[in-house]
């Protein structure tokens, strides 16, 4: 029943997601520097972990807990499929933090001094 709603839960994941990358891409539009291009990059794999491990992961868990077939397969997907996520909350708190990072600098007013 967890492995349903995983799956199920995914339907609204996946856009949320997207729709972070995006807004992070529109609002940081025609910003250079590193921390925008350690965002952008960390967003690729969050992507690309999402897209490769986690929702084929998250679809073969369900197939195997509705056919009450919880053999070896089913452990070690499921640790891939813990460790990606581990792996995914870890890249979005950083991109969080530089994201939280560059909104105070730039609500700095120009000249004001750094403390």
């Known amino acids: 029943m ?3 709603a ?3 839960a995914m339907l609204a994941l996946v856009p949320s997601l997207a729709v972070t990358g995006i807004s ?3 609002l940081g539009k025609g910003w250079k ?3 925008i291009t350690r965002k952008q990059m960390r967003m690729k794999a969050v992507a690309a972990n999402g897209l490769l491990i986690l ?3 998250a679809f073969f868990l369900a197939m195997k807990a509705q056919a009450d077939s ?3 397969w089913f452990y070690l997907v499921q640790v ?3 460790t990606a996520g581990a792996v995914n909350i870890s890249l979005l708190g950083l991109n969080m933090r530089d994201g939280l990072a560059l909104s105070r600098r730039r609500a700095r ?3 004001a001094r750094q403390v």
């Open 2 to 4: 967890v492995k349903t």
């Open 6 to 8: 995983v799956l199920w």
């Open 24 to 26: 992070g891409a529109v």
């Open 33 to 35: 520097g590193s921390s």
């Open 55 to 57: 929702l084929p992961s």
């Open 70 to 72: 919880l053999d070896v």
């Open 80 to 82: 891939l499929e813990m």
């Open 109 to 111: 007013p120009v000249g």
